[in-house]
T-cell receptor, first 114, second 117 residues
Framework: DTEVTQTPKHLVMGMTNKKSLKCEQH?????MYWYKQKAKKPPELMFV???????INESVPSRFSPECPNSSLLNLHLHALQPEDSALYLC?????????????FGAGTRLSVL | AQKITQTQPGMFVQEKEAVTLDCTYD???????LFWYKQPSSGEMIFLIY??????QNATEGRYSLNFQKARKSANLVISASQLGDSAMYFC??????????????FGTGTRLQVTL
């Protein structure tokens, strides 16, 4: 089973709202990732958690706040977003296997900021 | 300089035919991994195939094979017997190094494949 589950599938929020995206995997993977993908572009890495600790932050604005409550869960808290933050947000997980490390992705959350 | 280059923004192939999607890469590492992902319009990124830099055999997974030419730094994806369900965006990606830390993938710009009747 290579399933990564993301909720919600779609989210519409105003610029003053606070919302959270959720991601869950039960493959025993030790690394989890958040990506942002704009239309017709490749995914852009935002954050990486390794063994529940934040290991990479790609200079993401503080209005995006990641959280890893345990090894199976990853959240992305959103606050005071801008319309340009509208995108597909993808979660992924991997074993941490060196250069053979395969990332498995969820179906994504399509976010619209009004 | 681009680390992963996909020069074909869009490709058409007839059903049941084979198609090759091009990918070239640039790295000075000796140890690296190359990956192909499929992204249908639904949005999910689906892992297709992996090739390690030290692998002597080309990787194969069902109808997918990777034509790995190390000296030319190319890792083309070959899809045999195309099906309508193969219509999607295809991304080539690379992971450099062989450390134990969580991997950082570099993606190409993608190729949109359309399978026609």
């Amino acid at each position: 089973d290579t399933e990564v589950t993301q909720t919600p599938k779609h989210l519409v929020m105003g610029m003053t709202n606070k919302k959270s995206l959720k991601c869950e995997q039960h493959m025993g993977h030790r690394a989890m990732y958040w990506y942002k993908q704009k239309a017709k572009k490749p995914p852009e890495l935002m954050f990486v958690y390794s063994y529940e600790k934040l290991s990479i932050n790609e200079s993401v604005p503080s209005r995006f706040s990641p959280e890893c409550p345990n090894s199976s869960l990853l959240n992305l808290h959103l606050h005071a977003l801008q319309p340009e933050d509208s995108a597909l947000y993808l979660c992924a997980s991997s074993q941490e296997a060196g250069h053979a490390d395969i990332q498995y992705f969820g179906a994504g959350t399509r976010l619209s900021v009004l | 300089a681009q680390k992963i280059t996909q020069t074909q923004p869009g490709m058409f192939v007839q059903e049941k035919e084979a198609v090759t999607l091009d990918c070239t890469y640039d790295t000075s590492d000796q140890s690296y991994g190359l990956f192909w992902y499929k992204q249908p319009s639904s949005g999910e990124m689906i892992f297709l195939i992996y090739q390690g830099s030290y692998d002597e055999q080309n990787a194969t997974e069902g109808r997918y094979s990777l034509n790995f030419q190390k000296a030319r730094k190319s890792a083309n994806l070959v899809i045999s017997a195309s099906q309508l369900g193969d219509s999607a965006m295809y991304f080539c990606a690379m992971r450099e190094g062989n450390t134990g830390t969580a991997s950082k993938l570099t993606f190409g710009t993608g190729t949109r494949l359309q399978v026609t009747l």
